[in-house]
């Protein structure tokens, strides 16, 4: 590996563990960075070359051969403030982006050349299929410093706010393939549904009785 390199908690999320100073430029940085992380947060930490190049998170929704990548996001860490690395650090996410002050982080679709917008949803799919995700995930990807997309993180329970206003990644990719948020809900439960060879029609007609009007029935049809 060759540096800088980049260190953060193995089996954290939500970007707990990840500061500016997690980037190390030397091996003395480096040592003191993971043994500041294994104290702190009592795991093994991940070491990685750092990828200089432009992050994106891609939603995947579907299964098998029928799996498909939403409009890509693309982040904008020029909104972050002066200084700060082009990073999804904590602070980027909890404490500089508030709901009373909303970063404006997300591109969505990304403007990106085909080409790109191609090699991305390559590299997202294979990483999807080949762990074995089912029916939806997040894929945050990044590129290296010739441009090749890496996949930094995947995300097979991806964060669901259901508020525009709460950046919340999914269901914003969702919205820009025109697909609401009651819709992306039941087409998840519509894969899962497919994958495990269940007839939902069927099965909510049966729990739910006569009278009671299905409701993913109902609002598939509203
Ligand atoms: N190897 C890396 N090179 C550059 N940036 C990285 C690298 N790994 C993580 N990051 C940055 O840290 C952020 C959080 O890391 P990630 O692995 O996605 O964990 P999580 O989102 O679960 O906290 C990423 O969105 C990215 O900005
Ligand atoms: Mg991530």
Not at 16 to 37: M, V, W, Y
Not at 38 to 62: D, N, W
Not at 94 to 117: G, K
Request: glycine share 6%.
């Amino acid at each position: 590996m060759n540096l800088p390199l980049f260190v953060k908690p193995l089996h954290e999320g939500s970007s707990k563990g990840i500061t500016d100073s997690n980037l190390c430029f030397d091996l003395k940085h480096l040592f003191r960075q993971t043994e500041f992380l294994l104290e702190s947060y009592k795991q093994p930490v991940l070491i990685e070359e750092y990828l200089p190049g432009k992050e994106f998170t891609c939603a995947v929704l579907g299964n098998g051969a029928d799996a498909t990548v939403l409009p890509i996001v693309g982040m904008n860490f020029e909104t972050l403030p002066k200084g700060a690395l082009p990073i999804y650090s904590f602070d980027a996410k909890f404490v500089w982006d508030r709901p009373e002050n909303p970063l404006d982080i997300f591109q969505c679709p990304a403007r990106i050349t085909q080409e790109l917008q191609a090699s991305i949803e390559r590299v997202t799919l294979d990483a999807f299929r080949v762990l074995g995700c089912r029916d939806w995930a997040r894929i945050d990807v990044r590129l290296d410093a010739s441009g090749v997309p890496n996949v930094l993180e995947v995300n097979p329970l991806p964060g669901i706010l259901p508020d525009p206003a709460d950046n919340s990644c999914l269901p914003k990719a969702a919205r820009a393939a025109g697909i609401g948020y009651e819709e992306l809900i039941q087409n998840c439960l519509k894969y899962a549904a497919a994958r495990q060879g269940v007839d939902l029609d069927h099965s909510l007609s049966r729990t739910s009785g006569a009278q009671g009007a299905p409701a993913l029935a109902a609002s598939a049809s509203a």
